[in-house]
């Protein structure tokens, strides 16, 4: 239901932006963001974005990644600046809805970002 791109290969310092588009409204999703993996490690949250458009950000990413969403395109990105070798991994966008009785959560496929000299 989302598709996650923009990654590829970028030098240490550079910049990146991810894309991530779907067919559902993300304004009514109450929370979107982005994890990353690398292999053997666990999925770790990058940024958050809620439905005002509240962000939140480890300290690992604070100041250089910018999580955003455009509700009206129903697409959120993520700007990533100063890329540092251990950025390396795969980027998954996710959304989460609520509805009477329960809620649901929708995933990227990921999109490898590579940093690397």
């Known amino acids: 239901q989302l598709q996650a791109s923009g990654g590829g290969l970028v030098q240490p310092g550079g910049s990146l932006r991810l894309s991530c588009t779907t067919s559902?409204?993300?304004?009514?999703?109450?929370?979107m963001g982005w994890y990353r993996q690398t292999p053997g490690k666990q999925r770790e949250l990058v940024a958050g974005?809620?439905?005002?458009?509240?962000?939140n950000y480890p300290d690992s990413v604070k100041g250089r990644f910018t999580v955003s969403r455009d509700n009206a395109e129903d697409t959120m990105y993520l700007q990533m600046i100063g890329l540092k070798p251990e950025d390396t991994a795969v980027y998954y966008c996710?959304?989460?809805?609520?509805?009477?009785?329960?809620?649901?959560?929708?995933w990227g496929q990921g999109t490898l970002v590579t940093v690397s000299s």
């Open positions: 559902l409204p993300i304004a009514s999703a109450y929370a």
């Open positions: 974005i809620s439905q005002t458009g509240i962000t």
């Open positions: 996710y959304a989460k809805f609520a509805y009477v009785g329960g809620h649901s959560d929708y």
